[in-house]
């Protein structure tokens, strides 16, 4: 038996839908910037439970749109190591100063802790990622301290659509939340991102800022310092319709989820990360922790070779802070809990149509592999 990491599922009625919506683009030579763009902003909002979403090409420019705006040039952001790249890029790419903090182990977030020891008069931001999907259930302290010591929370929610903690859903806590439709995504446009927000103000400056910093879309005058962020239409196409199954994905990645959690109960030298019982998560992974001194690159090679199951990208596999790029920096900092964390955990395959037989082969694979 075959199991693959991840699985795109698009069915027959989405992708009839998705064709006749880039048929009449190509028709009308409405491109970019057009009905599709907004029919997925108008439908994502309600998904972000915020009064705004704003289209864009991708979750990196989502991102390093809002530090724009929020003018974080020369000041500090505080982000998590154990994120993806683009996180800390974004904020380089705008101008900012990058402080890479250690993260919670039981939430692989940020805490007040981590926030009140490593901030400064220089902190203009911070940026909580909800990695896999899951939401810490401390959001709501580090909103209201973010909110009163006037530094900006931003949420860069690219795993988290459709993800809640107290019902509230990811992208409606902080000052602005960032998502992307990478097809690796719980849903996908191809490419992708969504600025979601309550600001009225960070809706006009990022329309702005995703047209070159245009002062208006007809006239050639630039007053920000924008870049070509904006989503096509034929994306928009794609992502408005896939838009419309991710409450039954996440029902299914829920259900796929409860079952692992059930049958790894019989597997030796693995845990499960926690999800708070307020979140709902996404599950966009189910992340496990291996024992120490399990080698895990061997593990995944014996579970492709010998069982045909593939695992997902972990995340991450390696901390921010080590990357090459950023070792003439950061090198010298060491984040011993996301730096054991990263190495120490895999994440199990979860995919539309997911049978119980392919769940049932993973877990004995895995129970095989670790006795
Ligand atoms: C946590 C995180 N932030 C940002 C991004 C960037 O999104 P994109 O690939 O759409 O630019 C990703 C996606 O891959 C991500 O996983």
């Avoid at 859903?169 to 992307?180: L, N, R, T, V, Y």
């Avoid at 838009?243 to 079952?259: T, V």
Wanted: charged share 25%; proline share 4%; glycine share 8%.
């Amino acid at each position: 038996m075959k199991i693959p990491s991840a699985k795109i599922v698009f069915n027959e009625q989405d992708k009839q839908e998705i064709l006749k919506s880039i048929e009449e683009s190509l028709t009308t030579g409405q491109l970019t910037l057009g009905k599709n763009g907004a029919a997925f902003e108008e439908e994502f909002k309600k998904t972000s439970g915020t009064q705004y979403a704003v289209a864009v090409n991708s979750g990196t420019s989502a991102l390093e749109i809002i530090l724009r705006i929020l003018h974080i040039q020369g000041k500090e952001v505080l982000i998590p190591t154990n994120t993806f790249f683009a996180t800390p890029t974004a904020v380089q790419h705008a101008q900012g100063i990058v402080k890479f903090v250690d993260m919670d182990p039981v939430t692989l977030s940020f805490n007040m802790d981590i926030l009140t020891q490593n901030m400064s008069k220089k902190t203009a931001a911070i940026i909580i990622v909800h990695i896999g999907g899951n939401i810490t259930p401390d959001i709501h302290e580090l909103v209201n301290f973010c909110n009163e010591s006037g530094i900006a929370l931003i949420e860069d929610a690219a795993h988290a659509h459709g993800s809640t903690l107290d019902g509230q859903p990811a992208g409606s806590f902080g000052i602005a939340g960032a998502f992307s439709f990478y097809p690796t995504k719980v849903i996908t446009a191809g490419e992708g991102g969504m600025i979601t927000t309550n600001d009225p103000k960070i809706v006009e400056e990022a329309k702005k800022y995703r047209d070159q910093g245009k002062a208006s879309f007809l006239e050639n005058k630039h007053d920000r310092l924008g870049y070509n962020w904006r989503m096509s239409e034929l994306h928009a196409a794609v992502g408005k319709v896939h838009l419309r199954r991710l409450p039954g994905f996440i029902k299914e990645r829920q259900s796929i989820a409860a079952k692992y959690t059930e049958g790894l109960k019989r597997v030796h030298k693995i845990r499960p990360v926690t999800v708070d019982s307020r979140c709902q998560t996404n599950y966009y992974k189910y992340i496990v922790v291996l024992e120490k001194g399990i080698n895990r690159a061997q593990l995944k090679k014996d579970l492709r070779e010998k069982y045909g199951v593939s695992l997902s990208g972990e995340v991450y596999e390696l901390p921010c802070h080590l990357q090459p790029v950023f070792q003439n920096g950061y090198k010298k900092e060491s984040f011993s809990i996301a730096e054991d964390f990263c190495q120490r955990h895999v994440c199990l395959p979860v995919y539309q149509g997911m049978t119980d037989e392919e769940v049932n082969h993973v877990l004995s694979a895995l129970e095989a592999e670790l006795k």
